[in-house]
């Protein structure tokens, strides 16, 4: 792994991180002032800062809502619509991303997301201008254009990094999406005291800066560069210690690092259509997990700073700074699972050893005191051990999932089969982000700790048939290293 880095690689690998962090950022904004848009909807008499917008009797006849209640189940149906078609643009960005230009999609997505943004926050708060339809179309088009950003990242770095230390290299880079986290947090408890409207002022801006730079700066693959593809001087040895992670039985003694856009034009593979994608083994049985999984970590996502500051009664920017530790728990628990599954050259356990500890952590988090350093680490333990495993499955598992020996001949997959997998993750996020507040409405926020858990658990059973012949491979290698000494 070392050996073939070279500093395009490091340049590929910042560019791909921050790039889809600044998605995340724009996206995390949206979550951490959710309780000003929230007060700012509502009727004057729950909105200090009303009175000094406009005349009292105007604002009365077009504010959206009567009451918080009904902001807060508003707020949740966007969300759920953000997912929605984020799902469905995840399914066609990873279709086109293996047909076209993948700097050329992944730039299109970013610049004009960050005007989607910038036009939901910012325009309509300057113009007083708040239309449930009119954000309701907005969020649709947001959650299409940030649907290019995942399978072209995935793509470009399975471009560049090869099988040989790939759970760690992708646990680590898949952190991006918990930087993201942290970014927004920030910016946003930052500019929060001068208006909500300003904190998505700051992340769109700054997407669309980036969204340039990557424009004129990511190179998607090796041969841009006149750089090897992968694998192309690997010896037999490094072939055999770097098998396919997926636990395949057969595997031929030829298996190489496949780049996923072909080395020579002329002879450059059709990509993979839909179906075959999602005939592939192990693509239906994770996504369906990661359909359970995603809506646990989204909601945490989306949640939150909103659970912090209506739970315990603390201020709005103060629940989106504590609410990074979850993020930072992401962080390392991806990075730590992802180079443990390097060394087995399994994920599946790994994964399910996760989850276990995952519902534990979970029911400790949800009678968490009203106390904040307790809550962060008790948060931080949640992230670690949610968070890691869905990195994992979204970057990693999925790359894994795209170039396993069956599309050896039709190399164009990895988009596509990372749309599938994070497509269905982000369809099961999308009505777990509507459950959640109706759930929460209705039950309490206890409740919704009890559907995190059971959902945790879903994830663990579709897995399993993967766990159970994961785990028969690695004793029967340690069967044959004991036979062979």
């Known amino acids: 792994l070392v050996s073939h880095c070279t500093h395009h690689h490091i340049v590929v690998f910042l560019l ?15 979550s951490n002032v959710k309780v000003s848009i929230s007060s700012q909807w509502t009727p004057s008499c729950l909105n200090s800062t009303a009175p000094e917008l406009r005349p009292y009797e105007l604002w009365n006849s077009s504010h959206l809502f009567s009451n918080a209640e009904e902001a807060t189940l508003f707020l949740g149906t966007l969300d759920t619509i953000f997912l929605f078609s984020y799902a469905v643009g995840l399914f066609v960005s990873g279709i086109v991303g293996d047909r076209l230009n993948l700097r050329w999609v992944l730039s299109f997505g970013m610049c004009s997301s960050a005007l989607v943004v910038f036009s939901f926050g910012t325009l309509t708060e300057w113009l007083h201008f708040y239309n449930k339809w009119f954000y309701c179309c907005l969020w649709v088009v947001n959650g299409l254009l940030q649907s290019t950003g995942w399978p072209c990242v995935v793509a470009v770095m399975g471009n560049w990094f090869g099988k040989a230390g790939r759970g760690f290299v992708f646990g680590l880079w898949s952190a991006c999406a918990s930087v993201g986290n942290i970014l927004g947090a920030f910016l946003a ?3 929060l005291k001068y208006g909500y409207e300003y904190a998505f002022l700051v992340t769109a801006s700054v997407q669309f800066a980036g969204g340039v730079i990557v424009f004129f700066g990511l190179l998607t693959s090796p041969r841009e560069v006149g750089l090897p593809e992968l694998g192309a001087d690997e010896v037999s040895v490094e072939e055999d210690a770097n098998r396919p992670l997926m636990g395949s039985d057969d595997v031929d003694d030829d298996d190489r690092n496949y ?19 999602c005939c592939l083994p192990g693509v239906v049985l994770y996504s ?12 945490f996502f989306f949640w939150l700073p909103f659970y912090l500051s209506n739970n315990f009664g603390w201020k709005e920017a103060e629940a989106d700074q504590l609410s990074i530790w979850y993020d930072v728990g992401g962080i390392i628990g991806g990075t730590i699972q992802g180079l443990i599954s390097d060394v087995l050259q399994k994920r599946a356990p790994v994964l399910a050893v996760s989850l276990l500890f995952a519902v534990g952590s979970l029911f400790g988090y949800s009678r968490s005191p009203n106390s904040k350093p307790i809550n962060a680490v008790i948060m931080a333990i949640t992230g670690f051990f949610i968070g890691g495993p869905s990195n994992m499955i979204s970057s990693a598992i999925s790359a894994d999932l795209g170039r396993q020996d069956l599309v050896k001949g039709s190399s164009e997959a990895l988009a596509t089969v990372t749309g599938i997998v994070d497509g269905t993750g982000s369809i099961g996020a999308a009505v777990g982000q509507y459950l959640v507040s109706l759930i929460q409405e209705n039950l309490g926020w206890m409740w919704v700790f009890y559907f995190f858990i059971l959902m945790t658990s879903s994830t663990i059973l579709f897995i399993s048939p993967l766990i159970v012949r994961e785990i028969r491979l690695l004793l029967h290698e340690r069967h044959l290293r004991m036979l062979s000494e």
């Open 259 to 277: 780049s996923i856009q072909a080395t020579d034009n002329d002879n450059q593979p059709k990509a993979i259509g839909f179906f075959q994608a």
């Open 189 to 191: 408890s930052c500019v």
């Open 16 to 30: 791909t991180f921050f790039s889809y962090s600044l998605l995340h950022a724009s996206r995390k904004t949206f």
């Open 288 to 299: 369906l997990a990661y359909a359970c999984l995603k809506l646990v970590n989204y909601s």
